[in-house]
């Protein structure tokens, strides 16, 4: 098994993949997080009915499959609007949103957790909406939510595979090649999921260590 | 360059009408504000800089990887030229085979350049160029028995993977001759090996195929006799239907392949020596 064709050349090329991998997730967890806590504050803020638009908007990427929406964008960029656009920046776009949608439900959430009680004072302290926000809402906040948005952007990393049908060669299509290449498919998937490990544990330690940390003060 | 040249004239032409009267005017304009739109996808591909074109690359030695894990292969060479030839960048778009006319209609491509069949079915989806390549089947036979040609057959103890295209050819010549036997396999590796171990006399395979395990090797023994003289699987460009253009364009230049002698160099290349295909077909047009 672990007699293989696998040249220094072809771990190169997985380790390209993979920083592929890398790249396209942190531009969508980067850009979904800034666009999530802005739809998640508008949500809580503008209350249910009036929010109804956005969250039936939100949905409707939490609801249809990631593989579906990529495929579908792409298409209508490239073909209802005629605009070539690389298969790259459709996935970034498309796994913004979708990351964006669900950090919107985490960030509504973790505000809802806040105590009225605790808000309602600080407003009768004087304090603005603003400061409100910063000084209360934030640090409470990021308590609740920080151990479901490393969970969030873990599962945007895994579900970033999925960018393939655009034509990203990312890690698990950089896998695939090798294997069409070598038929050895068990021996690669194998160094391919290692390669998923590799990324996804730092990020796990980190969250947990800052989950200790914060909670202890 | 010439088609985008041509684009600029009109437009002139149109500047100069717009000074004729306000009817003109409002008829033109209303034309230039669509101007985009007439530009067909020949002009779109040379105005953008990139061929995309779909390959399928686990399909050697039409398409495959390098140790570099480049694209290579016949159609990979094939859709350069044609990027040469229009002046512009090719960029492979790795397609399987139910994926490529998917990946035209859905504009991730501009053409398919991925040994399509071209039938009849298909061309209800997509536009076919004349075939720019076709697959032969060769008779490929043990070094130790006399042939000379196809017909040298006869008589013989032949065999292919049950079920396929070339097994039924040979079981009806068989039946046809009245001699020899056929034998059925289950997969073509053990035909080889059973013809490389003298247990068969020879067998159908397509030329790509009997080129590429004479060449590997792994069979001792085995030569290429003749082309068997079964129908070929005649493979064309595919685009979009309605881009005639560019269908015209891909004509010429698959054309202009053969009659320059890169058709026989990239045969050559990648599938062995030898003459390649006839890309005509006798008895009729195109």
């Known amino acids: 098994m672990f007699d293989t064709a696998m040249t220094l050349n ?17 531009i969508a967890v980067v850009c979904g997080t800034v666009l999530g806590i802005i739809f998640g504050v508008v949500r809580y803020q503008v209350g249910p009915v009036w929010a109804a638009p956005l969250t039936f908007f939100l949905d409707v990427f939490r609801s249809i499959p990631l593989l579906i929406q990529l495929v579908l964008t ?10 070539r656009i690389s298969g790259f920046s459709v996935a970034c776009l498309v796994l913004t949103l979708y990351t ?15 105590p009225p009680t605790l808000r309602r004072a600080s407003r009768s302290l004087g304090m603005t909406w603003g400061q409100d926000m910063r000084h209360i809402v934030l640090p409470l906040a990021t308590r609740v939510a920080f151990p479901s948005w490393i969970g969030l952007a873990l599962s945007v ?3 970033s595979a999925l960018v393939y049908v655009v034509q990203v060669t990312e890690l698990l299509k950089s896998t695939q090649i090798l294997i069409t290449r070598l038929q ?6 194998m160094i391919c999921g290692a390669f998923y490990f590799l990324i996804s544990f730092p990020i796990a330690r980190i969250g947990g260590y800052l989950e200790r940390r914060w909670s202890n003060d | 360059m010439e088609s985008s040249h041509m684009d600029s004239n009109t437009r002139q032409g149109e500047e100069k009408d717009m000074k004729i009267s306000t009817l003109t005017i409002a008829a033109v304009s209303a034309t230039a504000l ?35 894990n480049e694209p290579q292969g016949f159609d990979v060479d094939y859709c350069n030229d044609l990027a040469a030839a229009l002046g512009v960048e090719a960029e492979v778009v790795e397609t399987t085979f139910p994926e490529r006319i998917p990946a035209l209609v859905s504009g991730q491509v501009d053409v398919a350049v991925a040994s399509t069949s071209d039938t009849l079915e298909r061309a209800k989806t997509v536009g076919f160029t004349i075939p720019y390549y076709a697959f032969e089947n060769a008779v490929v036979a043990n070094e130790g028995v006399e042939m000379s040609s196809w017909e040298d057959l006869q008589g013989k103890t032949v065999g292919a993977t049950a079920g396929t295209y070339e097994a039924i050819w040979l079981e009806g010549k068989i039946d046809e001759w009245g001699e020899g036997e056929f034998r059925p396999y289950q997969n073509q590796a053990d035909v080889f090996l059973a013809l490389s171990q003298g247990q068969l006399d020879a067998t159908v395979s397509t030329v790509e195929v009997a080129e590429a395990n004479v060449a590997s090797g792994n069979y001792d023994g085995i030569k290429i006799v003749d082309k068997a003289p079964m129908v070929p699987d005649y493979v064309g460009l595919i685009t979009l239907r309605g881009e005639y253009g560019l269908i015209d364009y891909m004509n010429l230049f698959i054309n202009q392949q053969v009659r320059t002698g890169r058709y026989a160099e990239l045969y050559e290349k990648w599938v062995g020596e030898g003459e390649p295909a006839d890309l005509t077909i006798q008895g009729v047009y195109r």
Do not use: H, W
Not at chain 1, 10 to 26: N, P, R
Not at chain 1, 77 to 83: A, S
Not at chain 1, 100 to 114: D, L, P, Q
């Open chain 1, 74 to 83: 792409f298409a209508f960029i490239g073909t209802v609007m005629k605009i």
């Open chain 1, 184 to 189: 050895e498919p068990l021996f690669l998937l």
């Open chain 1, 10 to 26: 072809d771990v190169m090329f997985l380790a390209q993949g993979a920083g592929m991998t890398i790249l396209v997730t942190l």
């Open chain 1, 100 to 114: 964006s949608a669900y950090c919107a439900e985490i960030v509504r959430g973790a505000i809802e957790s806040v």
């Open chain 2, 34 to 68: 669509t101007g985009p739109a007439f530009a067909d996808k020949l002009d779109d591909i040379i105005a953008s800089g990139t061929l995309r074109c779909a390959v399928v690359l686990d399909f050697p030695p039409m398409g495959s990887r390098d140790e570099n």
């Open chain 1, 157 to 159: 990393m895994k579900d």
